[in-house]
């Protein structure tokens, strides 16, 4: 504290870490995902404990959860686990493949005392 009584407070100094929170020290996509798991966890308890017995149902409802959770939680070098999945899946089904790095090597127009725009027309011409 100071000598007049007002206390300082420290402010990071990367400004983009800092994620509003909304509600229960949550953020907003947090609570959409713990929301729409509670929505489809709970019914499905409560559909299923008769026919499939409490523990089964228990499972069930764990089991159909996690993923919400998982979305939810998830965050790696600031990205949140959607973010991580849509690149992955743009790099390894629409992109695939290998791609090449081919450069061309002006120097050898060079070596042979040529015209380099000449000498690439006729390379070009030739295939």
Do not use: H
């Amino acid at each position: 504290m100071s000598k007049n009584g007002v206390g300082f407070v420290q402010i990071p100094r990367d400004l983009t870490a800092i994620k509003s929170r909304v509600a229960f020290n949550l953020s907003r996509r947090q609570l959409i995902c713990f929301g729409t798991a509670a929505a489809i966890g709970v019914p499905t308890y409560l559909l299923t404990r008769g026919a499939l017995g409490n523990s089964t149902a228990v499972i069930a409802m764990i089991v159909l959860m996690l993923p919400l959770f998982f979305l939810a939680m998830y965050e790696k070098d600031g990205m949140p686990a959607e973010k991580i999945l849509r690149n992955y899946v743009r790099t390894k089904i629409y992109w695939r493949g290998v791609r090449l790095y081919k450069t061309e090597n002006l120097y050898k127009y060079l070596e042979r005392g040529g015209n380099i725009i000449a000498e690439k027309n006729k390379s070009g011409a030739k295939k």
